[in-house]
């Protein structure tokens, strides 16, 4: 049982670009979710799919949009760069079953975003 | 407002004590769901625990015991008899309901130091 994967583990941008990063599920999991971990800090929410739909947003602007595809990976994007979005961006898959709530989660090693 | 604190910014013991990772939640929801993980230095974030809100029951495992209280709303970590390997910063996490779903809120973490 393969788990969590993501792609690429490290990338520069500029401020004003757009990045998409990707995210391959452990066997199994239908649910996804994303996360930025800031230096020093815990990991803050950005979104979740369940089943191909966003299933719960955190306190980021639109400009951070994601995409699950039917064999249920997924993709962030990030429109507009800003310094601030320099961080370590997780994915995170889970068992959910139904709506019914959160499962534990298993997480991916992260892509590492500096933004320049 | 923050939802999960870990007061506990750094812990240093030595190899062989107890040591104790607070957590203190703020939910309004009655159905929530409560999440130990693991960071090492490596960085993948790994589960430890998960609780609903339904089940207060203590668990042990292994080294390792929560202690849930609601009547607090604190659910504490405790690693008995500490090793070098427990070293790594230890998130709490609440998953409640939000617009179209759940999320999941992390603690800023505490950093723990084991030394031999």
């Known amino acids: 049982e393969t788990g969590v994967t993501q792609s690429p583990t490290h990338l520069i941008k500029t401020r004003g670009q757009q990045v998409t990063l990707r995210c391959s599920s452990q066997s199994g999991h239908n649910t996804v979710s994303w996360y930025q971990q800031a230096l020093g800090q815990g990991p803050q929410f950005i979104f979740q799919y369940y089943r191909e739909e966003e299933n719960g947003r955190g306190n980021f602007p639109p400009r951070f949009s994601g995409l699950q595809f039917p064999n249920y990976s997924s993709e962030l994007n990030v429109n507009a760069l800003e310094l601030d979005d320099s961080a370590l961006y997780l994915c995170?898959?889970?068992?959910?079953?139904?709506?019914?709530?959160?499962?534990?989660?298993?997480f991916g090693p992260g892509t590492r975003l500096t933004v320049l | 407002a923050q939802k999960v604190t870990q007061a506990q910014t750094e812990i240093s013991v030595v190899e062989k004590e107890d040591v104790t990772l607070d957590c203190v939640y703020e939910t309004r929801d009655t159905t929530y769901y409560l999440f130990w993980y693991k960071q090492p230095p490596s960085g993948e974030l790994v589960f430890l625990i998960r609780?609903?809100?339904?089940?207060?029951q203590n668990e042990i495992s292994g080294r390792y015991s929560w202690n849930f209280q609601k009547s607090t709303s604190s659910f504490n970590f405790t690693i008995t008899a500490s090793q070098v390997v427990d070293s790594a910063v230890y998130f709490c996490?609440?998953?409640?309901?939000?617009?179209?779903?759940?999320?999941?809120?992390f603690g800023a973490g505490t950093r723990l130091f084991v030394k031999a």
């Open positions: 609780r609903n809100s339904f089940d207060e």
């Open positions: 995170a898959s889970s068992p959910k079953i139904g709506l019914a709530g959160d499962r534990e989660q298993f």
């Open positions: 996490a609440l998953s409640e309901r939000s617009t179209g779903g759940f999320k999941t809120i």
